[in-house]
């Protein structure tokens, strides 16, 4: 129901696909009769691999997330978010509002062990032709170093499993690449990721900036909630921008018409490669249930993205594997803490001995 | 001599500025006898509008502020800034070390009235092909409420002067546009304009997103340090990437090369409109002289454009301009808070004598 578009974007991408994937099947969350509408619109309204499950109430863009959780108790979003804690979805995708579906999320299904704060996770094209994983893109607006820690450890495995490379590099975002730069928290982060490096539970880069991103330098860039979401928005408004000026500069004389007529290949094969809504659909991580978060504005071709990659991560039991690695990495850093600690107790033993 | 490329750049940079700007006059600040072997490769070891000022110490580019400002008291950076101060030049221009030139600038050039830090403000390009302006790109990554309502208040003042829009509109750069929305000191900040859009010394537009920047939504976008410089860098490098794939994809084919020529115009005029060169040069804002700060990686053609725009920041007395609009909004909201602040305490008095 979500998304600035609802049921005329949600229906359609996923009758799409459904036509791509003939062994999936989808449970449509909303108020029953509007779905329905939609579905015969569609003329699809007896659809085998769609069933329609009934929620009475919608969350709104702009709702507070008090409203969402305490007073929307048979909201779309917390009926279907409900499905996967009950084990009747693999997945649930939604173009709602971000903070009531992370709280909602967080609230029902739980974090995973060792995770305080669940974080938001997408992923860029760089220029190696590969994918960057950011997070948090917005989840968490205020982050301590240890949750920067944290995002590195989920990031870290989410990318090991779907992108099958055991030793993700992974930067921290800061404004410089030097140790000493940044603020405290990232600062103190770094730390945290270093002791992490020495001891092999991470693959850790060093400071990343903001260019890194789309230079592949790194394979998971962590930051915080505030600072991804502001950048992320920032790179789609300059993406749309580009595109504009391309779309009017090619219009803008019949020549240039013919030119970009015969530059056809080129500009779709352009338009292919940073097409963004080909990434949509970031994974809510560190939770105990696959969720995924398309863009609010997502049109169908989008939306029916986000619903792939939710696909994809069933497909590839993504949860199972993140989990396994989460608590072996939280293992190995355990372990080491502790052998660092009994080093230091010694330490001050054999100091105190002499 | 600062940059990733010193002299090779900054010479040819300041004649190509020397001969489309007739009457202007440029100082090289660093070692005598290196800058004049430069300017002999190009001979115009004698150029009558070029004077060199001898340094012998370089800031390099990671150099701790510490060591720039207390170890290298004869660096080119610190002695072109005193001729700044000693009022023998009227800007100064540097491609070195950000952290060290802000410091340098703070401890002798010292702050304007009402400012405790000065910010970085560079100029983005819009799709109402208007500037966006935004600040701080990096001076400060720790900021409270109180500098974001400053940087606020200077780049209104900096924005009035030199496009001579009296009263530009001011966005807040934030996670989402509700005023709920952000962390402890967004929020904070956000009230503080507030007050100030009431008592009309700011147009407060609200709280703008990262796609704001490129949609031309506001005039003037605040935001601290590290948000700031770390959003310039993305959208620095998705730039790139985005030149990158389109350079590789009008070659990869010979009809697309045909398209590619015949599509010239338009894309010699795409590369203008998205050149970032063009936005070279941002403006060290809140300082009692003009110091502006050009990219690091910066060209001949992108360093001349830092030139060319302090040299325009000088043509229109923008110092004396923002100091006397900055001592204005100041006094009308310090009359406001005066004026809050009896209602406040005669409503106390009132309360008191009910």
Do not use: W
Not at 234 to 243: N, P, Q, Y
């Amino acid at each position: 129901m979500g998304g600035d578009h609802g049921l005329s974007v949600t229906v359609p991408a996923s009758l799409s696909f459904l036509k791509q994937e003939a062994a999936a099947e989808l449970v449509l969350v909303g108020p029953q009769e509007l779905i329905e509408a939609e579905l015969r619109k569609h003329k699809a309204e007896n659809h085998p691999r769609i069933k329609v499950k009934n929620a009475s109430e919608i969350v709104k863009m702009d709702d507070p997330i008090e409203v969402a959780l305490r007073r929307k108790k048979d909201s779309s979003m917390r009926v279907a978010i409900q499905l996967v804690k009950d084990g009747e979805v693999h997945a649930c995708v939604s173009a709602g509002n971000t903070g009531a579906l992370m709280a909602i999320s967080r609230y029902l299904l739980k974090t995973m062990p060792g995770v305080d704060r669940p974080a938001i996770c997408a992923i860029l094209p760089n220029q190696k032709n590969g994918p960057t994983y950011v997070l948090d893109l917005g989840a968490n607006v205020d982050c301590e170093a240890e949750h920067l820690h944290q995002f590195a450890l989920m990031g870290s495995a989410l990318f090991a499993n779907i992108e099958g490379n055991p030793h993700p590099k992974i930067g921290l975002l800061n404004v410089g690449t030097e140790a000493i730069k940044g603020n405290d928290v990232v600062k103190k982060a770094g730390d945290l990721l270093h002791i992490e490096h020495e001891n092999g539970t991470l693959n850790f880069y060093g400071n990343a900036e903001g260019n890194d991103i789309f230079e592949g330098t790194c394979d998971v860039i962590v930051c915080d909630g505030f600072v991804g979401n502001v950048t992320l928005k920032s790179i789609e408004g300059l993406g749309r921008f580009v595109r504009n000026v391309l779309v009017t500069e090619f219009r803008s004389s019949l020549l240039n018409g013919l030119g970009a007529l015969l530059a056809g290949k080129a500009l779709k094969s352009i338009r292919q490669r940073l097409n963004p809504s080909r990434f949509n659909g970031a994974c809510m991580l560190g939770l105990r249930g696959l969720v995924f978060k398309s863009h609010g504005s997502a049109d169908a071709y989008a939306y029916e993205c986000a619903i792939r990659r939710a696909h994809e991560a069933v497909r590839r039991d993504v949860l199972l594997r993140i989990s396994t690695t989460m608590a072996e990495l939280l293992q190995k850093s355990k372990e080491h803490h502790a052998v660092e600690k009994t080093n230091t107790e010694n330490g001050i033993q054999e100091q105190e001995t002499v």
